[in-house]
């Protein structure tokens, strides 16, 4: 891999810039009611720095420097994404910002858990083991994962807002002796290598400009013979960026979920091997033949509901649900309540949510393809 240009980590600014836009939401315990208390000032701020990859740059007339700037903009562009759509997915989704596998009725939470579980199964997880969590979010993957399997995690992530939320959820939980959240970019880790006796990433390395650049970190992190385990975030080889269709697809996932280039299968299969691993496993877990698809939640299909307490997420995801929504959230923004961008944003995590359906019945898009790696013991 040719060495490729970094951003320069400022942790004083996205401090600074934390502060101003989400105050003390972070104890906020109602992820609605946060929402509604950013700072409109910041809010605009981070709206205009991360639309600006997006707004009037259609699929169709994208060029090669269109995603070159993306990629070069890596750490701001998902900084500000979850910035902005943090307290959206926890309050339309969950706690873990993941897709899963479904038994058939099985309840969402329970699904969701269970994704995570087989992760750490696979990668031979037990008590005592010291493992870093890649791209943590809010820290429901972490929570989960440390009581599964008696592991103490430390979570990585660029975001300060989603680190004061994760901690703050370890802590409510009573597990802040076993979690610990840090600021950092896993283009360029900090910390020693040979660490971690395992490491993990869950839909979060999709973010990387280069898979290569991500998995190299990573293998540098773990201990001689530590394992490292990751749901991908893939294009699958049918696709074809020539056909327009398909260009839009991923193009509205990439926008709608702070992507700045997402990469075919085969690609990070090169990838992960280029790092240094021994691939010990790989398979794509979207084509495994569940009745009920992955997607199921955000088409809004209510045929294949697990429990009557999924009941809101899945009306949330609705073409009824979303324009309630769109409409609801505009209002606030009209009478000053919500800041403005809001609705906005919402609108992209709309737009993802129907590509991300697309992609999955079509067959170009994978949220899920599992490798497990090993770094050599000697």
Same mark, same amino acid.
Request: a negative charge; hydrophobic letters at 40%; one cysteine or more.
């Given at each position: 891999?040719?060495?490729? !240009? ?15 836009? &989400? ?27 991360? %639309? ?11 060029? =090669? =420097? ?39 009725? $099985? ?27 890649? +791209?943590?979010?809010?820290? @429901? ?6 009581? %599964? ?13 989603? #680190? ?8 409510? $939980? ?6 610990? *959240? ?13 660490? %971690? ?19 190299? =970190?990573?293998?540098? !992190?773990?201990?001689?013979? @530590? ?18 269709? &398909? ?7 990439? =926008? ?9 299968? !085969?690609? @990070?299969?090169?990838? #992960?091997?280029?790092?240094? *691993? $021994? ?24 045929? &294949?509901? @697990? !429990? ?17 929504? &769109? ?9 000053? #309540?919500?800041?403005? +961008? ?37």
């Amino acid at each position: 891999m040719s060495p490729m !240009s970094l951003e320069h980590e400022d942790h004083v600014r996205d401090a600074a810039f934390n502060k101003a836009l &989400h105050g003390k939401t972070a104890a906020e315990r109602n992820s609605f009611m946060a929402m509604l208390k950013k700072d409109p000032m910041a809010q605009k701020a981070a709206v205009d720095e991360y %639309f600006r990859h997006w707004d009037n740059k259609a699929a169709s007339a994208e060029t =090669q =420097q269109d995603r070159d700037d993306r990629k070069a903009q890596y750490a701001t562009l998902t900084r500000h994404y979850y910035n902005l759509a943090t307290d959206l997915y926890e309050y339309g989704w969950s706690q873990s910002f993941h897709f899963c596998r479904f038994a058939p009725r $099985e309840p969402f939470h329970q699904a969701i858990a269970r994704h995570e579980h087989y992760l750490a199964h696979m990668m031979g997880m037990r008590d005592g083991m010291k493992v870093l969590d890649v +791209g943590c979010g809010v820290g @429901g993957p972490a929570r989960e994962i440390a009581k %599964f399997a008696g592991v103490d995690i430390t979570g990585l992530n660029n975001n300060d807002y989603q #680190i004061e939320r994760a901690t703050a959820y370890a802590a409510k $939980e009573g597990l802040a002796d076993r979690l610990h *959240f840090v600021k950092g970019d896993f283009m360029q880790m900090s910390f020693p290598e040979n660490t %971690f006796d395992a490491v993990y990433a869950i839909e979060a390395t999709v973010h990387a400009p280069s898979l290569e650049g991500v998995y190299s =970190q990573i293998f540098k !992190s773990l201990k001689p013979g @530590g394992v490292f385990g990751v749901y991908e975030w893939l294009m699958c080889e049918k696709y074809d960026n020539e056909n327009p269709k &398909h260009r839009e697809i991923r193009l509205g996932i990439e =926008q709608g979920d702070g992507i700045s280039n997402m990469v075919k299968v !085969s690609e @990070g299969l090169a990838a #992960i091997k280029a790092a240094g *691993f $021994e691939l010990e496993f790989h398979e794509d877990l979207a084509t495994r033949p569940d009745p009920t698809p992955w997607y199921y939640p955000l088409a809004g299909d209510f045929t &294949h509901m @697990g !429990s009557i307490g999924d009941f809101f997420t899945i009306l949330r995801m609705t073409k009824i649900g979303r324009g309630i929504v &769109h409409r609801f959230v505009g209002a606030l923004e009209t009478v000053s #309540i919500a800041p403005r +961008g809001t609705q906005k944003t919402a609108d992209s995590l709309a737009l993802a949510a129907d590509c991300l359906v697309a992609g999955g019945k079509e067959g170009l898009f994978t949220p899920m393809y599992m490798m497990i790696a090993r770094k050599p013991a000697a």
